[in-house]
């Protein structure tokens, strides 16, 4: 049959479907379930059914191969619902009729075809008998012999799988096939061990030389299964095993050399020595394999290798000679040990000194030892997997979990952290496919690889990447992050977003990562502004937003503060509120974290400051002319690289002076880049603004009343305030609302306070106060025109 005539994995894997599990999850569940119960039969119909569900396909079925692997049977099958099961229909049905079966599977061992009227005419004739449209296959290995397959077929039309189904599919069917083969093993056992105890109930004569030997091999086989398929530790248990098979041949040692072919070595993993030989395990770790190619070749030809006397290896077999005499060896056998069809390493046995002759025993034993190293090499793999990611190589969420512990234990110092998010990847997997998405994350993943070898690299979600660097001092930190950057742009615009943070004392790493998120998340705000085809995502909420502002369901307020000394309000700190249509008013805390997730909360920001700027406008010329008013923005606002320039545009456009602004700036801000941070306060500073540290103590917030009833805030309060005062800091004690609150702060010297701002409201002209005094004051300093609530709300 034509290669051309049908579809092979790798040529029409092209859908972009998407699955909610994930192969990794789907994968590790199976192989759960299949570990868990002692009901193969019942655990392999199980899965059959979940990963038919979870592929939604028509059929999903198991063929094993007969002793001889001449013939096939459907041992096990699901059928999704409307589907006429065909099971019965398919016993012993010959290889031969399909042709060359076992070559359909060359490709990954996987055999897949998108249309199966591409086949061949009698192909096509099977498979349109059961209703089949398009099939998946994936094959099962009994050393580099077919053994069978787990199967999809689809009815219902052309089935597309996309890559990441089939890799999960690929390794589903190695998970089944290793089980399938233990349970062979378990029923051959069985029968083993009913013969030997028919031979024992009889009384034959039990005869143990190189002639009659096969009663001994049993018995020692039967040892050996039940050791390997009993233990939970596959070290132990193989270890156990390879003494049986060493006190069998009366043999110097017994080992298994592995094959890593990725890495071109071999190495021996596994030893067992008679008393007095010296163990060789530690000087056969990485060694070329061209050094084991005459033994590979040797399995190619006679699937076993037996020298019986290395002095009669001939010249075109020098290299072998001197490997084996290096180590002592005279006699050698060995048989190889197979995985999916390929050769993987083999197990040797070093001068016997009995059975000689018997290699079957060998090769049995090596049957099932491939098939326990198999399925706990799954089991491994499996559990990497689950802290790996498996499209990138990078660790995943489980690894970071995991690693947060392993950081609070070592407080590594100093340490960086780097936050970085892919620029517009939803846009480029609609415009360009998730192929493109998903070379492009790859590509960020080996960067990351390659500036930061050394770091913990993870990749916490679709487009969300984290570094984590120990014990690193802040240039290198820098400069190895300025090249990674430089590597990832195009066009002078780096195709991430990017937050850092580092710290030289110790800190928790969520803490580090927290501050690193919330810097990439400003920094990508200037991504979205730039952006124009990003910024068509936002249009609808952009023109819903600006709409509210329009109509005046945003409102600016004033939270007035009074100078203690002339008891005068000369200053206010202008905030935000929002009016749902029935006229309530909505706090700040519900609608701006909305609109800093969706990046727009710098249209909220600088619409406060221009009325701010306009109502300081209006008020020139009045009493109200000294004013001043405090502003608050956002650190998504703050951080942006056009922060300043956008500032300063906004005041220009008024003939206001520069101290009549005062930029109120929280702690949390602050220590998010403080080199950042402070060169942008210089600049302020510089052109004539004021700055206030604003929530001084907090996150936790420092109001008066917290310590009006303790001695030890008393002192806490006065000397802040007397430390302020001393280099020359004013201070201003927001939230005071009883005559106690202010004989505390006015004993302590506070030049100012603000009021408490949920009970000094006015709205629409109307207020309620326990003192009509304050809010007349209220009233006549800041005008009849203000209070009511045309330009302003006053607090």
């Given at each position: 049959?034509?290669?051309?005539?049908?579809?092979?994995?790798?040529?029409?894997i092209?859908?972009?479907?998407e699955?909610?599990?994930?192969?990794?999850?789907?994968a590790r569940?199976?192989?759960?379930i299949?570990y868990?119960?002692?009901?193969?039969?019942e655990?392999v119909?199980?899965?059959?059914?979940i990963?038919?569900?979870q592929?939604d396909?028509?059929?999903?079925?198991v063929?094993e191969s007969?002793e001889d692997?001449?013939c096939c049977?459907?041992t096990y099958?699901?059928?999704n619902?409307?589907?006429?099961p065909?099971?019965e229909?398919l016993q012993?049905l010959?290889?031969s009729?399909?042709g060359?079966?076992q070559?359909?599977?060359k490709d990954?061992?996987?055999f897949y075809?998108?249309?199966?009227?591409?086949l061949?005419r009698?192909?096509t004739?099977?498979?349109e008998?059961?209703?089949i449209?398009?099939t998946l296959?994936?094959?099962?290995?009994?050393?580099n012999n077919l053994?069978?397959?787990?199967g999809f077929?689809?009815c219902?039309?052309v089935?597309l799988?996309?890559k990441?189904?089939v890799n999960?599919l690929?390794?589903?069917?190695?998970?089944?096939?290793t089980?399938?083969?233990k349970k062979?093993?378990?029923?051959?056992?069985k029968?083993i061990?009913?013969?030997l105890q028919?031979?024992?109930?009889?009384?034959?004569?039990?005869?143990?030389d190189?002639?009659?030997?096969?009663?001994?091999a049993e018995?020692s086989?039967?040892d050996?299964i039940?050791?390997l398929?009993s233990?939970?530790y596959l070290?132990?248990?193989i270890?156990?095993?390879?003494?049986?098979?060493?006190e069998?041949y009366?043999?110097d040692?017994?080992?298994?050399?592995e094959?890593?072919?990725?890495?071109g070595?071999?190495?021996n993993?596994y030893?067992?020595?008679?008393?007095g030989?010296e163990?060789?395990?530690t000087?056969?770790?990485?060694?070329?394999?061209e050094?084991?190619?005459?033994?590979l070749k040797?399995?190619?030809?006679r699937d076993?290798?037996?020298?019986e006397?290395?002095?009669?290896?001939g010249?075109?077999?020098?290299?072998e000679y001197?490997i084996?005499?290096e180590?002592?060896i005279?006699?050698?056998?060995?048989?190889p040990?197979?995985?999916?069809?390929m050769?993987?390493?083999?197990?040797?046995?070093?001068?016997a000194?009995?059975?000689?002759?018997?290699i079957?025993?060998?090769?049995e034993?090596?049957?099932?030892?491939?098939?326990?190293i198999?399925?706990n090499?799954?089991?491994?793999k499996?559990?990497?997997?689950?802290y790996?990611?498996?499209?990138?190589?990078l660790?995943n969420r489980n690894s970071?979990?995991?690693?947060?512990g392993?950081?609070?234990e070592?407080r590594?110092v100093?340490?960086?952290?780097?936050?970085?998010?892919?620029n517009?990847?939803?846009?480029?997997?609609?415009k360009?496919?998730?192929?493109?998405g998903?070379?492009?994350?790859?590509?960020?993943?080996?960067?990351?690889?390659?500036?930061f070898?050394?770091?913990?690299?993870?990749r916490?979600?679709g487009?969300?990447?984290?570094?984590?660097?120990?014990r690193i001092e802040?240039?290198?930190?820098?400069t190895?992050?300025s090249?990674?950057e430089?590597?990832?742009s195009?066009?002078?615009?780096?195709?991430?977003?990017?937050g850092?943070?580092w710290?030289?004392?110790?800190?928790d790493l969520?803490e580090?990562?927290?501050?690193?998120e919330?810097?990439m998340t400003i920094?990508k705000?200037?991504y979205?502004?730039e952006?124009k085809n990003?910024a068509a995502?936002?249009?609808?909420l952009?023109?819903?937003?600006?709409g509210?502002?329009?109509?005046k369901?945003?409102?600016?307020?004033l939270?007035?503060?009074?100078?203690v000394?002339?008891?005068q309000i000369?200053s206010?700190?202008?905030l935000v509120?929002?009016?749902?249509?029935?006229?309530?008013?909505?706090?700040?805390f519900?609608?701006?974290?909305?609109?800093?997730?969706e990046?727009l909360i710098?249209y909220?920001?600088f619409f406060v400051m221009?009325?701010?700027?306009r109502?300081l406008t209006?008020w020139?010329?009045?009493s109200l002319?000294d004013m001043k008013l405090?502003?608050?923005?956002?650190g998504?606002?703050?951080?942006d690289d056009?922060?300043?320039e956008?500032?300063c545009k906004?005041f220009?456009?008024?003939d206001?002076?520069?101290?009549q602004l005062e930029?109120?700036i929280?702690?949390?801000?602050?220590t998010l880049?403080?080199k950042?941070?402070a060169?942008?306060l210089?600049?302020?500073k510089?052109?004539g603004?004021?700055?206030?540290?604003d929530?001084f103590?907090v996150?936790y917030s420092s109001y008066?009343?917290k310590?009006q009833?303790?001695d030890?805030?008393d002192i806490l309060?006065?000397?802040?305030?007397?430390?302020?005062h001393a280099?020359?800091?004013q201070c201003c004690a927001e939230?005071?609302e009883t005559?106690?609150?202010f004989?505390?702060?006015r004993i302590y010297?506070?030049?100012?306070?603000?009021f408490?701002?949920e009970?000094?409201q006015l709205i629409?002209?109307?207020g309620y106060d326990r003192?009509?005094?304050?809010a007349?004051?209220?009233?006549r300093q800041c005008g009849?025109e203000?209070?009511?609530?045309k330009?302003s709300?006053?607090?």
């Open positions: 049959m034509d290669e051309a005539e049908y579809s092979f994995l790798g040529t029409a092209d859908s972009e479907k699955f909610s599990d994930g192969p990794d999850n789907l569940y199976v192989f759960r299949l868990d119960m002692e009901d193969i039969d655990a119909q199980m899965i059959l059914e990963v038919g569900k592929f396909v028509s059929r999903a079925y063929f007969s692997g001449e049977s459907n099958e699901w059928c619902n409307g589907i006429v065909v099971k229909k012993n010959a290889y009729q399909f060359d079966y070559n359909l599977f990954n061992s996987v075809c998108r249309d199966i009227r591409t061949t009698e192909q004739e099977i498979f008998a059961q209703g449209s398009s296959q994936c094959a099962f290995w009994n050393e053994s069978g397959f787990l077929d689809e219902t039309g089935r799988w996309t990441d189904e999960a690929s390794l589903i069917s190695q998970i089944l096939a089980f399938l083969q062979k093993i378990l029923e051959r056992n029968k061990e009913q013969e028919f031979v024992r109930e009889a009384g034959f004569p039990v005869r143990c190189d002639n009659d030997c096969h009663i001994a018995k086989i039967v050996c039940h050791c398929t233990s939970g070290e132990d248990s270890e156990y095993v390879l003494e049986i098979i060493r069998y009366q043999s040692r017994v080992y298994i050399m094959i890593e072919e990725e890495r070595i071999a190495r993993t030893e067992i020595c008679a008393k030989v163990p060789q395990i000087f056969l770790q990485n060694i070329p394999i050094a084991a190619v005459f033994w040797g399995f190619e030809t076993y290798i037996r020298i006397n290395i002095e009669n290896l010249e075109d077999r020098s290299l001197e084996l005499k180590q002592g005279q006699s050698l056998l060995a048989v040990l197979y995985v999916k069809g050769i993987k390493g083999f197990l040797g046995i070093d001068d000194k009995r059975y000689k002759n018997n079957r025993y060998l090769r034993l090596s049957y099932f030892l491939e098939n326990e198999a399925k090499a799954l089991k491994s499996l559990e990497q997997m689950s790996q990611d498996s499209m990138t190589g660790e970071y979990t995991q690693y947060c392993d950081f609070l070592g590594p100093p340490a960086g952290v780097i936050f970085m998010d892919i517009g990847l939803k846009i480029m997997n609609d360009k496919g998730h192929m493109y998903d070379i492009l994350i790859g590509y960020i993943a080996n960067k990351m690889k390659q500036f070898p050394e770091g913990r690299k993870f916490l979600s487009d969300e990447f984290l570094i984590v660097t120990e802040y240039s290198k930190f820098r190895m992050l090249a990674m430089k590597s990832l195009e066009d002078g615009r780096c195709i991430v977003s990017v850092t943070s710290s030289d004392v110790q800190e969520p580090l990562v927290n501050k690193a919330r810097l920094n705000h200037d979205y502004r952006n990003i995502e936002k249009v609808p952009l023109r819903e937003l600006l509210s502002i329009v109509k369901e945003f409102l600016v307020y939270q007035l503060k009074l100078h000394k002339t008891g000369d206010a700190e202008v509120r929002y009016r749902e249509k029935d006229g309530s008013i909505v706090s700040p519900k609608f701006v974290p909305l609109l800093e997730s990046r710098s909220i920001d221009e009325e701010a700027c109502l209006k020139k010329n009045t002319s405090a502003l608050n923005f956002s998504i606002t703050l951080f056009h922060f300043f956008n500032f906004i220009g456009k008024y206001l002076k520069p101290d930029l109120e929280t702690e949390t801000q602050e880049n403080k950042q941070m060169y942008l210089k600049q302020l510089n052109y603004f004021c700055i206030a540290l929530d103590g996150e008066i009343q310590y009833k303790s030890k805030g309060v006065k000397h802040i305030i007397q430390m302020s280099i020359g800091i939230g005071v005559e106690e609150h004989a505390i702060i010297n506070m030049n100012k306070v603000g408490e701002q009970r000094d629409e002209g109307e003192s009509e005094n304050r007349a004051v209220r009233r009849a203000q209070a009511s609530g330009e709300r006053i607090l």
